[in-house]
């Protein structure tokens, strides 16, 4: 079993930035990729970006230039560094690991982006 607690969501105003931080814990070996995904009221969970142990990153259309993913391996850490944040980035950001075949995922931080 994994555990993955997230941490760093807040308040913030447009244009803001903020730091996400995700930890895994308990049985972290073979974890591949890890990632972060968002849902917005009324909305779908989806993929804002994701990275491989090797450091290959993936990001959504929307945040590509504007949001950095990062990860400390021997840590089993996860970052995102969130920059020119707007009103539409507010969601409940998720960390995702992925472990062999298993997806685990955190409880989830709130980021509200005000106008």
């Known amino acids: 079993q994994v555990q993955l607690v997230e941490s760093g969501g807040d308040l913030v105003q447009a244009g803001g930035s903020l730091r996400l931080s995700c930890a895994a814990s308990?049985?972290?070996?073979?974890?591949?990729?890890m990632g972060w995904y968002r849902q917005a009221p009324g909305k779908q969970r989806e993929l804002v970006a994701a990275?491989?142990?090797?450091?290959?990153?993936n990001y959504a259309d929307s945040v590509e230039g504007r949001f950095t993913i990062s990860r400390d391996n021997a840590r089993n850490t996860v970052y995102l560094q969130m920059n020119s944040l707007r009103p539409e980035d507010t969601a409940v950001y998720y960390c995702?690991?992925?472990?062999?075949?298993?997806?685990?995922w955190g409880k989830g931080t709130l980021v509200t982006v005000s106008q």
């Open positions: 308990g049985s972290v070996f073979s974890i591949n990729v």
């Open positions: 995702h690991a992925r472990q062999l075949l298993r997806d685990y």
């Open positions: 990275i491989t142990a090797g450091g290959i990153t």
